[in-house]
T-cell receptor, first 112, second 114 residues
Framework: GQNIDQPTEMTATEGAIVQINCTYQ??????LFWYQQHAGEAPTFLSY??LDGLEEKGRFSSFLSRSKGYSYLLLKELQMKDSASYLC?????????????WGLGTSLAVNP | DARVTQTPRHKVTEMGQEVTMRCQPI?????VFWYRQTMMQGLELLAY????????DSGMPKDRFSAEMPDATLATLKIQPSEPRDSAVYFC????????????FGPGTRLLVL
């Protein structure tokens, strides 16, 4: 079957760096997404990786290794507002069906 | 500032009643997704449209749920009859084939069925 695994919860300190891991097993691979979701709000797009390597976007970076079925989201200079759930999603099937397979999310708490 | 809009934002209803949720995708987006989110199951895809045609509704309980796109600016999700287990947040998202077909989410409809 198809599966996305990510830690349920993480805690970090304001100003620090945190890495949120995601491993996946899917039939085919056509891209991996990270979304941020604050409590009571909609998921918002953070990053997209389709090739191996690191994509940097300000304080947030996302890494992908397709051979290992592995990605991580790196958050630097953590701020209180980064407390949220971080969702990993993979587009598994090629062709006409473009649906995403979603992880359950990692709830990150940033403490002062 | 282009956004996906959803109505209503909150809905409380009694078991057995019909519920209709509406979504206006971002202008120009040709893919529309309906998701249900609960604490236990996370995000579940219910239905998926491209150019108004349904591509995948395998995640949707067919006996009580239905999804349509009457035109390019409106998608609807109906539950009839509603049941308490349908209580969840329902999100609509839209996207374009380019940029990895990134999905942009609406604010969601919080449904409570008593």
């Amino acid at each position: 079957g198809q599966n996305i695994d990510q830690p349920t919860e993480m805690t970090a300190t304001e100003g620090a760096i945190v890495q949120i891991n995601c491993t996946y097993q899917t039939s085919g691979f056509n891209g991996l997404f990270w979304y941020q979701q604050h409590a009571g709000e909609a998921p918002t797009f953070l990053s997209y990786n389709v090739l191996d390597g690191l994509e940097e976007k300000g304080r947030f970076s996302s890494f992908l290794s397709r051979s290992k079925g592995y990605s991580y989201l790196l958050l630097k200079e953590l701020q209180m507002k980064d407390s949220a759930s971080y969702l990993c999603a993979v587009r598994g099937n090629a062709g006409n069906n473009r649906k995403l397979i979603w992880g359950l999310g990692t709830s990150l708490a940033v403490n002062p | 500032d282009a956004r996906v809009t959803q109505t209503p934002r909150h809905k409380v209803t009694e078991m057995g009643q019909e519920v209709t949720m509406r979504c206006q995708p971002i202008l120009g987006h040709n893919t529309v997704f309906w998701y249900r989110q609960t604490m236990m199951q996370g995000l579940e895809l219910l239905a998926y449209f491209r150019n108004r045609a349904p591509l995948d509704d395998s995640g949707m309980p067919k006996d009580r749920f239905s999804a349509e796109m009457p035109d390019a600016t409106l998608a609807t999700l109906k539950i009839q009859p509603s049941e308490p287990r349908d209580s969840a947040v329902y999100f609509c998202a839209s996207g374009l084939p380019g940029e990895g077909e990134t999905q942009y989410f609406g604010p969601g409809t919080r449904l409570l069925v008593l």
